[in-house]
Every structure is written in structure tokens, then in C-alpha cells.
């Protein structure tokens, strides 16, 4: 199983930035394709950034250019920088983690961009 631990949401004006974290326990990080995934009431989970065991990234496209999403091996985190925030950013921000086709989700974190 792996545990993931979400942290940094809040509330912030259009234009400002945020930094969400996610720590990562139960397995090895090294392994695992991370990412984050956005959702806001009634409509599906939304894939926002992924970066796989290689350092590769992949982004949606509207929030290419503004978000970027690194790992930090030593620590077993992922965080996304989110810079120039739109309220149309507003969701909850879930930390994602895929092993051997198997998801594990974290609890949540709410992002709220005021116009």
C-alpha cells in the first residue's frame, strides 16, 4: 500500500501562486509514477500533471506553462507549483501515485482562486 499526505491548498487571488505537496510512504518512491489530478463538484477527476520515474513531465493543456510538477527522490515527495492561478484552478487537488496498474489516492487539498 502507499500512503500519500497532501499538503498546501488555500485560498489565493487570481494571478498569485500556491505550492502543493504530497509525501509518499509504503513503498519505494523511486518507482512510482506520480501526479496530480484535480475535481470539482459534479464533474470527473481531472488528470492536471504527471512525472514519471525518469523525470519525464506531462501536463493538461490549460495549465501548461503556469504548473510544474517535481520529485524529490530523498524525500519521497511530489509537489506542483502552481504560478498565475485562474479560478477556473479552483478544485480539489489530489495527490495520485501508480504502481504495477494499481492507484492509490490521498485525502485531498482545496484550492480556492478568488476573481
Known amino acids: 500500500q502507499v500512503q500519500l499526505v497532501e499538503s498546501g491548498g488555500g485560498l489565493v487571488q487570481a494571478g498569485g501562486s500556491l505550492r502543493l505537496s504530497c509525501a509518499a510512504s509504503?513503498?519505494?518512491?523511486?518507482?512510482?509514477?506520480m501526479a496530480w489530478y484535480r475535481q470539482v463538484p459534479g464533474s470527473e477527476r481531472e488528470f492536471v500533471a504527471g512525472?514519471?520515474?525518469?523525470?519525464?513531465?506531462k501536463y493538461v493543456d490549460s495549465v501548461e506553462g503556469r504548473f510544474t510538477i517535481s520529485r524529490d527522490n530523498r524525500r519521497n515527495t511530489v509537489s506542483l507549483q502552481m504560478n498565475d492561478l485562474k479560478p477556473e484552478d479552483t478544485a480539489v487537488y489530489y495527490c495520485?501515485?501508480?504502481?504495477?496498474?494499481?492507484?492509490?489516492w490521498g485525502q485531498g487539498t482545496q484550492v480556492t482562486v478568488s476573481s
Open positions: 512525472i514519471y520515474v525518469n523525470g519525464a513531465t
Open positions: 509504503g513503498y519505494s518512491f523511486t518507482v512510482l509514477t
Open positions: 495520485n501515485a501508480k504502481v504495477v496498474q494499481r492507484n492509490f
